[in-house]
């Protein structure tokens, strides 16, 4: 793995963990749009972009996969610590 796909994975985690402090009517909508967002520009600022748009792609899809794992963790650790 390379450094530069450390990026958009943990971005990606940061940012699931921090979903389960936001209304679940908005969860949805913000954790699509905000992975598109993050993979454009984490690929746009590590220079990826220049070379294929596809880049922008994988790197989307590496934000919401580990996304899905922060968010994942995060509600059972939460769910854990409150039933004890």
Do not use: C, Q
Request: proline letters at 2%.
């Amino acid at each position: 793995m390379n450094s530069i796909e450390l990026f958009p994975i943990l971005s990606g985690l940061v940012f699931g963990s921090l979903l389960n402090a936001i209304r679940p009517a908005l969860r949805n909508y913000l954790a699509l749009v905000s992975a598109f967002l993050l993979g454009y520009l984490i690929s746009a600022v590590v220079g990826e972009l220049r070379i294929s748009w596809f880049y922008s792609l994988l790197d989307t899809m590496l934000v919401m996969i580990s996304g899905a794992v922060g968010y994942i963790a995060t509600r059972y650790l939460h769910l854990k610590r409150l039933t004890g």
